[in-house]
């Protein structure tokens, strides 16, 4: 199975802080990942795919990059509603796996 | 707009048969490029993704549950289901069904992504 790495597990962040997160795959992963936001109580939902490429409806200050096996995912200005836990899952083989998640709180 | 839905007792015994089902509305489970999966997040953890049913009834399950997995189709109900045989404490989970939608991206050409999920459905095992 791929494992994915993610970094931090949390963080601490305030109102408009940029923050950024981590995931590293334990083999080349061709830009097929996927970024998720989870709320306590709620199912994921995706916010990247690709990689880099915002779904539908996502807000622009979140942004994807990296390539091989090290992707980041970035939010430019943290808004309230983005205090969350965000996990990052790989396509390219099967099993789909995902990272064991980023969670990121108020400072 | 595509809504999931589980459903399926929150009580499980060790030893015994975990059965959820999932109803799809706003879509068709026989629409091309669509996949119905199974994931499931243990208390405190990360997700593990189980296995999916495609539109035309093609299984794949995670390797490390597969003999005890099966998910199956019910066209007619626009429905489908998960059955987990032997469960212990450690199967003890909220079970999120999710379809994964294999799309096309100009940039990047083939993607996949669980674009819709369940609410999710707490299963306790124990006596």
């Known amino acids: 199975d791929i494992q994915m790495t993610q970094s931090p597990s949390s963080l601490s962040a305030s109102l408009g802080d940029r923050v950024t997160i981590t995931c590293r795959a334990s083999e080349g992963i061709s830009h097929n990942l996927v970024w998720y936001q989870q709320k306590p109580g709620k199912a994921p939902k995706p916010l990247l795919h690709?990689?880099?490429r915002l779904q539908s409806g996502v807000p622009s200050r979140f942004s994807g990059s990296g390539s091989g096996t090290d992707y980041t995912l970035t939010i430019s200005s943290l808004q309230p509603e983005d205090f969350a836990t965000y996990y990052c899952q790989q396509y390219t083989t099967y099993p789909w796996t995902f990272g064991r998640g980023t969670t990121v709180e108020v400072k | 707009q595509v809504q999931l839905q589980e459903s399926g007792p929150g009580l499980v015994k060790p030893s015994q048969t975990l059965s959820l089902t999932c109803t799809v509305s706003?879509?068709?489970?026989?629409?091309?490029?669509?996949?119905w999966n199974w994931i499931r997040q243990l208390p405190g953890k990360g997700l593990e993704w189980l296995g999916y049913i495609s539109y035309s009834g093609n299984t794949y399950y995670n390797p490390s549950l597969e003999s005890r997995l099966t998910i199956s189709l019910d066209t007619s109900k626009n429905e489908f289901s998960l059955r987990l045989t032997s469960v212990t404490a450690a199967d003890t989970a909220v079970y999120f069904c999710?379809?994964?939608?294999?799309?096309?991206?100009?940039?990047?050409?083939?993607?996949?992504?669980?674009?819709?999920w369940g609410h999710g459905n707490l299963v306790t095992v124990s006596s």
């Open positions: 999710a379809r994964q939608l294999k799309a096309y991206d100009d940039l990047w050409g083939s993607y996949r992504v669980f674009d819709y």
């Open positions: 690709a990689a880099s």
């Open positions: 706003g879509d068709s489970i026989n629409t091309g490029g669509s996949y």
